[in-house]
């Protein structure tokens, strides 16, 4: 999909160091915020040419399939070093920045700083850092600064620490079609290319036991962990758990 200039207004817009990350690993939230009729996007970082299996081409036609599964308002990619990404650089930053004050979302999603892949980490500081700036007055991309209400962490490869879960039932079958989508990262056993973590034929079952897992810690068929830095508020604790 085209780096389409799109002024309307997200409530939730998701980072992703790569294409295919924010499906495996926010899709549930992102299905149920479209189909609950909220503007959602998502923003790639990279376009994965770094990746063992497919190539940028496939990769993009696959977002942009994955993107009309999810019923996203807009999907962009920042076009980054893959295998390479910073959170210190400057212009990444600004290009950040700049994405989140066309959007204005009230609410980021971005990779956890803390996992096995670099440029998961270094893009989810990247992001974090970014939505802070996004809402400094001076600050200048000839843009409205936009101040983000909230920064929420998806887990990509293993789960730290976990602030609440999202029920995502009613949208795991939506997520796992936008996840295939991407059908040159995932198991084909027809395929000549090299076998990686995600290809191999038992991944999709741990990613399917990892949905019904942190559903069960919440007594939902799936569940979507997340994490936030801040606490969260709880406003009437009896009205929440009875
Ligand atoms: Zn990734």
């Not at 609410?107 to 096995?116: K, N, P, Q, S």
């Not at 670099?118 to 101040?147: I, K």
Request: aromatic fraction near 10%; proline fraction near 5%; avoid cysteine.
């Amino acid at each position: 999909m085209s780096q389409e200039i799109d002024t309307e207004k997200l409530d939730l817009l998701a980072f992703a160091a790569h294409p295919d990350d924010a499906e495996l690993n926010a899709g549930g939230l992102i299905a149920k915020m479209t189909r609950l009729g909220y503007k959602v996007g998502i923003v790639d970082l990279t376009a994965g040419e770094m990746a063992t299996r497919g190539s940028v081409a496939s990769r993009r036609e696959e977002a942009a399939h994955a993107a009309q599964i999810l019923g996203l308002a807009v999907r962009e990619n920042l076009g980054f070093p893959d295998g390479n990404l910073s959170a210190e650089d400057p212009q990444a930053k600004r290009k950040v920045v700049e994405s989140i004050r066309r959007h204005r979302p009230a609410v980021v999603l971005a990779g956890l700083t803390v996992d096995y892949h670099p440029d998961h980490y270094r893009g989810g500081q990247l992001v974090s850092d970014a939505a802070w700036l996004a809402g400094r007055t001076r600050y200048d991309t000839a843009q409205e600064p936009h101040q983000v209400k909230r920064v929420l962490h998806y887990p990509e490869h293993f789960v730290k620490e976990v602030s609440f879960i999202v029920d995502i039932s009613e949208d795991f079958d939506t997520k796992r079609r936008a996840v295939l989508a991407f059908a040159s990262q995932f198991y084909q056993p027809d395929s000549a290319e090299p076998a990686t973590y995600i290809s191999s034929k038992d991944f999709m079952g741990f990613w399917q036991a990892q949905a019904r897992y942190f559903g069960g810690l919440i007594g939902k068929t799936y569940g979507e962990p997340y994490f936030m830095h801040e606490p969260v508020e709880v406003p009437d604790p009896v009205s929440l758990w009875s």
